[in-house]
């Protein structure tokens, strides 16, 4: 059954901790992307990777690390130097790049995090 | 700057009655457009897109939109909801740049 698979579905984590969150897709999609869900926010991108070993960071990336070793692997890396990290995040994954669907992107259920 | 606005932040509506969520981007070039809907506890699915040809696009579940050009817009409609359309919906455009942009949501609220 391919998909995204995004765990936990709840974390919760003391303020001052760093905390990762899991992403992995078996869809052989080339791109993924984290974004970031805040009631009234709609999605902000944080980072995206187009390529194995290659990222750039998205609208609001401050805070937050990532890495892309492997293809089906992008994980989220929330720092103790993102200033309100609770919300839901959301990770993504689309088709090869310049295919004719290469902006479709698909996603997973997400991750709610909670910093106490 | 490239932006995506939706105009509605909450809609009520009952059943049976039509649905238009609006959805307007800044920016000249060439675009491509989605409409992607989140049900309460659900993944964010995508609904319908637009990359180029007709520009009355037909998605799942009823939903249909439409491209003006001229406009900047991209609106989602269905003529007749039911209680179960009741969800988030998010227009998205891609300004050529393999990323999306997404407005805030509309929330769809369908009173049985």
């Known amino acids: 059954d391919g998909g995204i698979t995004q765990s936990p579905k709840y974390l919760f984590r003391k303020e001052g901790q760093n905390v990762t969150l899991s992403c992995e897709q078996n869809?052989?999609?080339?791109?993924m992307y984290w974004y970031r869900q805040d009631p009234g926010q709609g999605l902000r991108l944080i980072y995206y990777s187009q390529i194995v070993n290659d990222f750039q960071k998205g609208d609001i990336a401050e805070g937050y690390s990532v890495s892309r070793e492997k293809k089906e692997s992008f994980p989220l890396t929330v720092t103790s130097a993102q200033k309100n990290p609770t919300a839901f995040y959301l990770c993504?994954?689309?088709?090869?790049?310049?295919?004719?669907?290469?902006?479709?992107?698909?996603f997973g259920p997400g991750t709610r995090l909670t910093v106490l | 700057a490239q932006s995506v606005s939706q105009h509605n932040h909450h809609v009520i509506l009952s059943e049976a009655a039509s649905l238009e969520l609006g959805c307007n981007y800044s920016?000249?070039?060439?675009?491509?457009l989605f409409w992607y809907v989140q049900y309460p506890g659900q993944h964010l699915q995508l609904l319908l897109k637009y990359f180029s040809g007709d520009p009355l696009v037909k998605g799942i579940k009823g939903f249909e939109a439409e491209f003006i050009k001229s406009k900047f817009s991209f609106n989602l409609r269905k003529p007749s909801v039911q209680w179960s359309d009741t969800a988030e919906y998010f227009c998205?455009?891609?300004?050529?740049?393999?990323?999306?942009?997404f407005g805030a949501g509309t929330t769809v609220t369908v009173r049985a």
């Open positions: 993504a994954s689309s088709p090869p790049l310049r295919g004719p669907s290469t902006d479709t992107q698909y």
């Open positions: 998205a455009v891609s300004f050529n740049d393999y990323k999306l942009s």
């Open positions: 920016y000249g070039g060439t675009v491509n």
């Open positions: 869809l052989n999609h080339d791109a």
